[in-house]
């Protein structure tokens, strides 16, 4: 009894670790079944909601197998709700379980996801047949090395993969494998050393015209679904061939090569943050510029008030690239005009 009580209390999503590990497990359980059935007086077992009843099931005396109890989703509305079930009378054990799908944009960051992702579009604009890239960044956030890791990326209606450039990452032992589903290209590694990263480019073909969102992406261990670091799904706009008018859906920032993410954060003087920074896998000024979020500064630990000083000091990144660019452009005719 207590190894069937430590085996519920140590799964994971309803598995129990490798494939092996699962076998044995599952096989510890129905074996120890017989041990949870007695002979018993038909009795019946009650589900209800918020104190309403939802129905009953009848249990009848040398009852095996599984009883499934009346389905409540329909009852379901946004709130807190308490669901009970119980018993008549019963002097055997019964073991139960439950099982609640639903479906949402983006799932909530775990804290014990070793693995932070990081996805961006070189650009949100993209003509009809020509390439982009996605900008893929993969990190192991531990000290300690990390079994099978696998990186779901969704990529928005329209776009295509270039599958004899994902060929090529295994080639080059960037990735260890892929496979496609739908919208998602997943990828694989057998494994993760400590504080590693993996850096890459998916390359995608521009098919449809139109307005897409991606579905969100998501990093975490193949044997541990449950704990998952999410980010943003991926917008582009596909401008049919030969048009001439292209409005951005984002921003797009260019940042110069010379400007590091510990630079930024020095001319801020918050160099403190640098190897928080660096932890969290911002450590491409491009990709802070363009997707970094007040969720993020949080989770990386930044105070309050230099979460507002970064985000601002992002803003006139966005908002006054374009307007310095071309101050120092002018400047620097000015200076070879008087220099000649």
């Not at 996801?113 to 960044?137: H, M, W, Y």
């Not at 920032?253 to 001319?267: G, N, R, T, W, Y």
Request: hydrophobic share 35%; glycine share 8%.
């Amino acid at each position: 009894e207590l190894g069937i009580s430590y085996l519920n209390n140590n799964s994971s999503f309803g598995c129990y670790g490798t494939s092996q590990s699962n076998t044995l497990a599952l096989k510890a359980i129905v074996s120890n079944l017989p041990h949870y059935t007695k002979n018993v007086d038909s009795t019946k077992i009650h589900l209800s909601l918020n104190g309403k009843s939802l129905g009953e099931v009848l249990l009848g005396s040398n009852e095996t197998g599984q009883l499934t109890l009346p389905s409540f989703s329909e009852n379901l509305s946004p709130g807190d709700f308490t669901l009970d079930v119980s018993i008549d009378s019963y002097k055997g054990k019964l073991t139960f379980g439950s099982n609640i799908e639903y479906s949402c944009i983006q799932g909530d960051n775990s804290d014990e996801c070793p693995v932070k992702l990081q996805t961006a579009l070189n650009s949100d604009n993209i003509r009809e047949g020509e390439g982009g890239e996605v900008k893929v960044f993969v990190k192991n956030t531990s000290d300690k090395p990390l079994p099978m890791t696998m990186a779901i990326i969704g990529l928005p209606g329209g776009l295509e993969p270039r599958h004899e450039k994902l060929k090529e990452l295994v080639k080059l032992e960037t990735i260890d494998f892929w496979e496609q589903r739908g919208r998602e290209i997943i990828f694989y590694w057998r494994g993760m050393h400590p504080s590693s990263e993996v850096q890459f480019n998916l390359d995608v073909i521009a098919r449809i015209p139109g307005k897409y969102s991606g579905p969100a992406s998501r990093a975490y261990l193949y044997y541990s679904p449950a704990a998952k670091h999410w980010v943003e799904g991926l917008e582009v706009n596909i401008v049919p061939e030969g048009a001439t008018n292209v409005v951005s859906l984002t921003q797009s920032v260019q940042i110069p090569k010379k400007l590091s993410v510990a630079e930024f954060l020095e001319s801020l003087n918050l160099g403190v943050y640098k190897d928080c920074f660096a932890k969290g896998g911002w450590d491409d000024m491009e990709i802070v510029a363009s997707r970094i979020k007040e969720e993020d500064l949080v989770e990386m630990g930044v105070k309050k008030g230099h979460i507002k000083k970064i985000l601002r000091n992002v803003n006139n990144l966005k908002e006054d690239r374009p307007v310095r660019e071309k101050e120092r452009e002018m400047k620097e005719k000015r200076e070879k005009k008087e220099r000649e």
